[in-house]
Every structure is written in C-alpha cells, then in structure tokens.
C-alpha cells in the first residue's frame, strides 16, 4: 500500500453538476499530482500542488480546479460536468516539485471513478 | 508535441515465458523514464525510475533498460507468473515542465497458468 488515500471511490453525476474528490497523501509527502485516466488511455496530468500553490498545470479547462491544505490533503474540483469528464481520477503524492520531483517515484491512490450521465 | 508511446498495447503469455516490452519518448530534452506496474482494482506502483543512458534496473524477475540517445527503454519479465498480470505503464517528465508526468497508454499484460 502507498498510504495515499482517495474518496470517494465511485460517483455518478449527471451533466452540468459539480463534483468534488479528496485525496491525502502519503505522511511527509508535501506535493501532490492530480490525473486523468479515460478508458484506453494513460493517466493524463490536470495538475500538482506544492504547499498549498498550484506548481504546474496540463492541457485541462478552468472549470478542473484544486486545492491543498496546510496538512498537504488535496481536493480535485470539476464544475459543468461533461459526459468526457467520465474517467478514473488518480492522486499522487511525493517529497518535492521541482527537479527532485522529476527522478522521484510519485505514490498513487487507487483513485476514484466518475460517470458522468 | 511530446508523447511517450509503449507497445504493444496488449500482451498475452503462459506461466514461465519470459516477455519484453517496448516505451518509446523523444530523446531531446530527457529527463527521465519511470516504469509502473498497476494491478486490477489498486493503486499504480512504481518499479523503476531511469535517468542514465545505458541504465539497467532489476527488481526480482523484472529488469528494464534505457536508451537516451535513441528514446527508448525496454522493460522484461523473465519467467513470467500470473501475479505478474498487470497493466505496466511508463512515463517521463520533460524538461521544463512543472513536474509533469507524460504517460504511454500501457501494456496490458495477462499469464495464464
């Protein structure tokens, strides 16, 4: 086990509601990794918080936003759901963004699966 | 446009063979390679992570290589189990990118017994 924990483990959602996911990540772990993984494909990076500041963002709309709290646990939020936004979630955690980030294995969730109707 | 590319997509074994298979990512600003291996119903794990050109990595039956200058590494089981069914999925961070991880679609290996 990775000791990154993710809830809810499925939801389902119809158009245009919003959804929240949470994460906490592994103890002493203070950036965590947010992707995408849509049936056939590899996990897709939204984004990765490092002490509460957005540290990087991939190819994803406004309405996916996150936070991070002082305890490093993360929140994925996705507003105007669309039936694409149907896939499972991955959370990552890891010691450091940056370079060390880059050579360091992340720490993933089981995730949480979305159906959006 | 940056992609990392694994094949092939699906693989299908019998206990005891040995298999190998390919990620392919553009050799340009290379940073490094990481191997995961992501069983049904959890959580990915890593197996390796590659910075050199010419690196070998072993874990138990499982071992992979890297090539830098060509942009590929090639991950092998020997001896194959039925634990060993798993998707194995490889990524790279490219330079510059805030810590992004760029992931191939996976190989998706099964053994029978």
Request: hydrophobic share 30%; proline share 5%; with cysteine.
């Amino acid at each position: 086990e990775t000791g990154v924990t993710q809830s809810p483990t499925h939801l389902i959602k119809t158009r245009g509601q919003q959804v929240t996911l949470r994460c906490s990540s592994q103890s002493g772990h203070n950036t965590v990794s947010w992707y995408q993984q849509a049936l056939g494909q590899g996990p897709q990076f939204i984004f990765q918080y490092y002490r509460e500041e957005e540290n990087g963002r991939g190819n994803f709309p406004p309405r996916f936003s996150g936070l991070q709290f002082p305890n490093y646990s993360s929140e994925l939020n996705v507003n105007a759901l669309e039936l694409d936004d149907s896939a499972l979630y991955l959370c990552a955690s890891s010691l450091t963004p940056g370079r060390d980030v880059l050579t360091g294995e992340l720490f993933f969730g089981e995730g949480s699966r979305l159906t959006v109707l | 446009i940056l992609n990392v590319e694994q094949s092939p997509q699906s693989l299908h074994v019998q206990e005891g063979d040995s298999t190998n298979f390919t990620c392919s990512f553009p050799s340009s600003n290379f940073y490094a390679l990481h191997w995961y291996r992501w069983e049904t119903a959890k959580s990915p794990e890593a197996l390796f992570v590659m910075t050199l050109n010419g690196d070998e990595k072993k874990k138990g039956r499982i071992s992979a290589t890297l090539n830098t200058k060509e942009g590929y590494s090639y991950l092998y089981i020997k001896g194959s189990q039925p634990e060993d069914s798993a998707t194995y999925l490889c990524a790279s961070p490219f330079y510059n990118q805030g810590g992004k991880l760029i992931f191939g679609q996976g190989t998706e290996l099964s053994v029978k017994p």
